[in-house]
């Protein structure tokens, strides 16, 4: 029995006593491993799914095959898991931010087999963002069953992001840095090194279960200095396809929920329309990697007209998948829309300049999917190693890094969240380590509360009182009604000031008389960014904690200080 | 000590008699009863370690034009401020969170299944998970509104069992109602039990609080409950042994209430103990 309850606590083990960074080294290969499968499973059912009905797709009514798959996975996710729709990485970033990394455990499959229906079954998403979730939860769910504190937990929360990234693109740097940069988004060596384990342990599991191949082999480009300045209006024109992917998948959401129908008929109302679409477009149909492979490739033979329609017409897909209720992420439909959005820019450029020698499409195709991934993720690094990873283009790290660059800062002029923390940053949950609102965050009311307050009557007379003075070190003094033990006001030092001197009034003046009666209360549930607001408004220094009509203790602007602090110390220390 | 008592309001016959529990255990103990009116049927707890999704059955929501209002008239009838809850976060824009500060929980045997489900001997698996991941006790109300007059807490030696003891003191004190433990022999013998009460220095508390020690003898637990008054609170505490134990043995708590209709406030393996040194 002790040996089944020790193993349940591996930091009580004495080899992680000694330094707690080899039990979460331990865990990273765990958590990876688990994450990497997690990712082979929907990667194959995908697959097998996208097989089973390509038989299909040539008839006529194949367009609503989406929508049947939308529905599914809508339907799984709101009646049988009971989760909400949408791709999860926000809810990661969430409970990083605010729970330290708590996550349900259904989570780690729910969106694993809805975003499988999905994308399988013909919707405009990505694979990425499902198993995001799924490897932050398994991390989350195996920090808990091991009873590991909040830091620990956070860790493996970045650790299953890595790990899953790393295994679904075979690219262990991608999956660190995205860990890092989107879910954590705090550079701390305690973290990076779990991290970077577990990235290594979910790419090794991809190898092993699926051949180590990279996603989007080319061949040798040679880009010339023209080509690097024609980067600029690239990275322009990815940036602008960023803003309208990321405001029209926010203005489908908010259509679709005025829609007074079940969220999944809504769900199979947008994957219909992208299976209409698809029928005149394939490439907007599923993630779309073969059509990457062929732009990379410089045999997607279609002239600039058609290229240009079909980045738009994948930027509808893709909204209408994810926006109407479909499950997926967007990384898939961001590499289709950035290799579609370049060759559109290399054949606007040979149209405009047909005797300069441009190189090949194909370099133009991959570095428009480094920037529309940097636009709607505003994160550069993401970016740039995510694409020198999955197409072994390291020769194009120049431009890759110009084009990434300048359309993140461009996108983050325009839209100064990106496209996973937008809501968050408008519904004020998006508290990253060291801030004001994150320090605030983490501590609460009743843990700030000084309960050393001497109670007074308001029947007492200014002697009792100035007696009472005497014995405390508070400046405050509730007033609580002397039968029901009601809060009915407070006394501070200063309001007795005027009859200190003056013996007379101690046995004329009432406290009743002098406290004051209106007086700004704190409840226990107030958030404390609203009590500091309220102090700095009204130059108050401590406020009287009221519950259900009793005074329970004082809150004070130095205690609340002096734990902000500490709470910023363990934020920001290296260490931690 | 936190002096609130969360209580999640459903709007039916069954929500009315589970909400006059929860006013007369506050007016009793003095805490202040938060009502939350479910705007859909999930939500979510975050406690200290887990994350806790509740899916509520569906007559949470019946006529919620009406809930304000009933629970209102119910709390003022009582002379109790009326106060609600309104979640302040969202995990997903359908999911609020509900925050878990509070002092203690009030909850039927389920919250999830129909309402015709819930019966003696069956505890619901999401009011399982909050009792296993609180901080606070859970009052798990009896299926009708019943009053209870004095407090019997189970006390069978383990942490749980002490923590349940030290809340059992704290109540007693507030309320000025009699208590009583009891204590089923198992394998030990009555001066073990006594020994660990004298071990933990409670034994001023015992002979101030308690009225009578009673320890049950006969070998099933079933069979020494018609001993525990029919309008009791008892007080017990529960999951505190780890995964096997539970698994080869089951629950003692379980077994009890199982057997009684009376009120239970289920003290859980994450309730801190200090809660007793900082409230008395």
């Known amino acids: 029995m002790r040996i089944f309850q020790s193993w349940r606590y591996p930091a009580n083990w004495t080899i992680f006593r000694l330094d707690d960074r080899l039990l979460l080294i331990l865990m990273a290969i765990i958590v990876g491993s688990f994450s990497g499968i997690a990712s082979v499973v929907l990667n194959r059912s995908i697959v097998t799914i996208f ?44 409970s990083v931010s605010r729970y330290g990394g708590l996550l349900r455990f259904r989570s780690s499959f729910s969106r694993i087999i809805s975003s499988a229906l999905t994308i399988g079954s013909g919707g405009s998403a990505g694979p ?28 493996l929360v970045g650790c299953g992001a890595a790990g899953a990234i790393s295994s679904i693109f075979n690219a262990p740097i991608a999956g660190m840095v995205f860990a890092i ?56 024109l990815t940036a602008a396809a960023s803003i309208l992917l990321t405001r029209l998948l926010r203005s489908m959401h908010v259509i679709s929920k005025k829609l007074p129908t079940p969220v999944w008929l809504r769900a199979a109302i947008g994957g219909c329309a992208v299976g209409l679409i698809g029928l005149f477009l394939p490439v907007v149909l599923g993630e779309g ?39 997926g992420g967007i990384f898939a439909p961001c590499l289709v829309i950035g290799s579609l959005a370049g060759l559109t820019y290399h054949h ?46 390291y020769e194009v790290i120049l431009p890759l890094i110009i084009v990434s660059t300048i359309s993140t800062s461009l996108c983050h002029y325009i839209e100064p969240a990106s496209y996973y923390l937008k809501e968050l940053v408008e519904r004020g949950h998006f508290l990253r380590p060291g801030t004001d609102a994150r320090v605030l965050s983490d501590l609460n009311v009743s843990e700030l509360i000084e309960k050393d307050c001497i109670a007074v009557t308001q029947n007492m007379l200014l002697r009792d009182f100035i007696s009472i003075v005497k014995k405390s070190h508070r400046n405050y003094f509730p007033v609580e009604n002397e039968k029901t033990g009601h809060f009915m006001g407070i006394i501070h030092l200063d309001d007795i000031r005027p009859y200190l001197f003056n013996p007379v009034m101690y046995d004329a003046v009432f406290l009743g008389q002098i406290m004051n009666t209106r007086v700004d209360i704190v409840n226990l549930d107030d958030e404390l960014a609203d009590v500091i607001r309220k102090m700095d408004a009204n130059h108050l220094f401590s406020m009287p904690v009221v519950v259900n009509n009793r005074f329970i203790g004082l809150i004070s602007k130095g205690n609340l200080l002096d734990q902000y602090r500490k709470e910023l110390m363990v934020q920001t220390s290296q260490l931690m | 000590m936190n002096h609130q008592l969360l ?38 707890m975050y406690f200290e370690n ?49 925050h878990t500060d509070f002092g203690y929980m009030s909850c039927p045997r389920s919250i999830s299944s129909l309402s015709s489900k819930i019966g003696l001997g069956y505890i619901g698996p999401r009011v399982r998970r909050i009792v296993k991941s609180a901080q606070f006790p859970v009052l798990i109300t009896s299926p009708v509104y019943k009053e209870w007059e004095s407090i019997a807490v189970f006390f069978g030696g383990s942490v749980n069992a002490f923590n349940a003891l030290k809340l059992g003191f704290q109540l007693c004190r507030i309320s000025g109602m009699r208590l009583d433990v009891f204590t089923l022999l198992e394998n030990k013998s009555q001066e073990s039990y006594e020994k660990l009460i004298t071990d933990k220095n409670l034994e001023t508390e015992m002979s101030r609080y308690v009225n009578t020690w009673h320890f049950l003898r006969k070998k099933a637990l079933e069979k020494n409950l018609y001993e525990v008054p029919h309008n009791a609170l008892v007080v017990l505490g529960a999951y505190g042994h780890h995964l096997l134990k539970n698994f080869v043995f089951g629950s003692k708590m379980e077994k009890i209430q199982a057997t009684i209709f009376n009120n239970l406030l289920i003290v859980g393996p994450n309730y801190p103990a200090e809660s007793y040194r900082a409230a008395s």
Request: net charge negative.
């Open chain 1, 289 to 327: 990697y073969h059509s990457v492979q062929a732009m990379i490739d410089g045999v997607f033979l279609q002239g600039f007209a058609i290229v240009g329609l079909g980045t738009l017409a994948k930027i509808v897909a893709t909204a209408l998948t994810l926006g109407w209720g479909g499950a």
């Open chain 1, 348 to 393: 606007g450029l040979a149209l405009l300049w047909p005797s300069v020698s441009w190189v090949n499409e194909g370099c133009f195709a991959l570095l428009g999917m480094a920037g529309l991934i940097s636009g709607m993720l505003q994160a550069p690094l993401t970016g740039i190693f995510l694409i020198v990873e999955i197409t072994g283009g």
């Open chain 1, 181 to 236: 940069e989107v879910i954590l988004g705090e550079w701390k060596s305690v973290n990076i090194v779990p991290i970077a384990i577990s990235a290594v342990a979910g790419t090794e599991i991809s190898r092993i279960l699926q051949g180590n191949q990279i996603a989007f082999s080319h061949r040798l480009f040679s880009i010339s200095h023209m080509d690097i300045v024609a980067c600029v209006g690239l990275a322009v």
């Open chain 2, 7 to 44: 209580h999640i309001f459903r709007n039916s016959p069954l929500g009315r008699e589970t909400l006059l529990q929860s006013i007369y255990f506050s007016r009793q103990i003095e805490v202040s009863p938060v009502i939350y009116i479910p705007k859909s049927t999930k939500f979510l």
């Open chain 2, 50 to 98: 887990d994350v806790v999704q509740i899916d509520l059955d569906a007559s949470y929501l019946m006529s919620p034009d009406t809930a304000l209002e009933h629970a209102t008239e119910l709390l003022e009838k009582a002379d109790l401020e009326p106060k609600f809850l309104e979640p302040k976060h969202y995990t997903a824009s359908t999911l609020p969170d509900i």
């Open chain 1, 128 to 155: 990425e963002a499902p198993v995001v979730i799924s490897g932050a939860s398994i991390g989350s769910n195996i920090a808990k069953y091991f009873s590991l504190n909040d830091r620990q937990r956070v860790a």
């Open chain 1, 51 to 94: 097989g089973w009905l390509h038989h299909f797709r040539h008839y006529w009514w194949a367009f609503v095959l989406p929508g049947i798959g939308a529905a599914l996975s809508s339907l799984f996710l709101d009646k049988i898991v009971k989760e909400g729709a949408g791709h999860g990485v926000p809810e990661v970033i969430y």
